[in-house]
């Protein structure tokens, strides 16, 4: 029996009914009469915007041009008129700005065949050009630019290998794992593109022990490709744990280290790639194409159906939620991810960006309400903790002297808040100090 890896301590099996039905098959979204196309869909400064108000655009254009580390370049995902600029601030107090597109005019790709491009023999310096060129970032994070990550490699002097996280074990991740079903040859080949162009030597797919279906496509993919003599690196499916937060790059590389010794390897350095990241790079190499549109996954309890929607980018969250049979009441949050991790959106109006995985709607039953309570002592924080440390002690430390905050090792994956029965924010209230914030 295949030995299954997983973290040592802590997490918790983390699960909602307000998410998507498991192996629920993608809907496409209807096309919006105007899209809004943010020039930061990444970490760095927003894309330098090359068109104006008025200005007529064809699908996959370039709009936006990324202004050095952290920025990627933005095109056009619908064709047809800018019509104006918008801006507006995040909860956050991020500013952003966005070109509005109202669809006009004939797609250059959608409903046509892709042209595909040859990538075998191209050295790694193209592939780098080619998924730059495109504005390929980070799908499931912050949105990191990968030409970034490549340039940092470049001084690597270990061994590298790219890990493909197909690790699901928080029900928000349904997008990744609709395209694990349905799109295995992008995902696969987009590793082996990946792993030419950072020079790695091998390639492990990281995959929740439970997603046998998924194995087996990735295993099978892998032949046909060896078969047709495009697999010329060490390839390895490594089954790993289902308990959250397993995904988390912390606990990942936990269990890939016990890996590596068990089987006596060199691992190296890790390139983690999400499975919507990969086809990305496999769709910016092969079809030389942009970001255009993505798997998102829409729930949460103020949703009338959720769903799993291949949704393009720029589409406004009041769209995408109508698309799922519209929202029951006004919801008390709207969050952009997952509901431990996410982002708080203010506005139905913000779109749906290269990073957007999952849109929810929640009422208050989901996030405690807002009158305060106590904590009851009970420990649950502690046991879930992966990290070991003490979050209620923590917690209480914070609030009592704001002004002397403890150094952690919190990495925010919200165990503790998930298991509080007093809806305390212990978790966001602890990261957020671990990462230099003031309460």
């Not at 690196?233 to 744990?241: H, L, N």
């Not at 010794?261 to 942009?290: Q, W, Y």
Request: a neutral charge; aromatic letters at 6%.
């Amino acid at each position: 029996m295949k030995k299954t890896y997983s973290f040592p301590q802590g997490g918790l099996v983390f699960e909602d009914p307000y998410a998507p039905p498991q192996g629920a098959l993608t809907e496409t979204a209807f096309l919006p009469v105007f899209s809004v196309i943010p020039l930061i869909q990444h970490t760095g400064n927003k894309a330098y915007p090359i068109v104006f108000i008025g200005e007529y655009v064809k699908e996959g254009m370039l709009i936006g041009r990324g202004q050095g580390q952290g920025s990627a370049n933005i095109h056009a995902t619908v064709p047809g008129k800018i019509v104006r600029m918008v801006s507006w601030k995040t909860v956050d107090g991020i500013a952003n700005e966005a070109l509005v597109i109202r669809m006009e005019g004939s797609f250059e790709r959608l409903g046509k065949k892709e042209i595909v491009y040859q990538w075998i023999d191209l050295p790694p310096s193209e592939l780098q050009r080619l998924i730059a060129e495109y504005g390929i970032v980070e799908m499931d994070e912050e949105g990191k630019p990968i030409a970034d990550i490549f340039g940092d490699l470049a001084t690597e002097k270990e061994a590298i290998t790219v890990v493909i996280r197909c690790v699901f074990d928080n029900p928000w991740f349904a997008a990744d794992r609709a395209i694990c079903n349905e799109r295995i040859m992008a995902v696969v080949e987009g590793s082996l593109i990946t792993a030419k162009a950072c020079g790695a030597t091998s390639i492990i797919y990281a995959v929740s022990y439970k997603e046998k279906q998924i194995i087996d496509n990735i295993q099978k993919t892998v032949q046909i490709l060896h078969d047709s003599e495009s697999v010329n690196i060490p390839i390895a499916v490594v089954s790993v744990g289902n308990r959250y937060p397993q995904h988390n790059r912390r606990e990942l590389e936990l269990v890939l280290r016990e890996y590596e010794k068990k089987e006596n390897i060199l691992l190296g350095r890790l390139f983690m790639v999400c499975p919507s990241t990969a086809s990305a790079i496999h769709d910016a190499v092969k079809f030389h194409k942009p970001i255009l549109d993505r798997y998102v996954a829409v729930g949460g309890s103020a949703v009338k159906t959720p769903k799993v929607l291949k949704v393009r980018i720029g589409m406004r969250l009041r769209d995408v939620f109508e698309q799922c049979g519209g929202l029951i009441t006004d919801p008390a949050r709207i969050v952009i991810g997952s509901p431990l991790l996410g982002r708080t959106v203010l506005d139905l109006d913000e779109p749906i960006t290269k990073t957007s995985y999952a849109v929810l709607a929640l009422l208050a039953k989901e996030i405690g309400g807002t009158v305060p309570r106590s904590c009851i002592d009970c420990g649950e924080c502690r046991a879930v903790c992966p990290v070991g440390i003490d979050p209620e002690a923590l917690y209480k430390q914070i609030i009592c002297i704001p002004e002397n905050p403890p150094l952690v090792d919190c990495h925010g994956c919200g165990c503790c808040e998930v298991v509080c029965p007093s809806r305390l924010p212990i978790g966001t209230t602890i990261y957020a100090v671990s990462k230099g914030a003031h309460i």
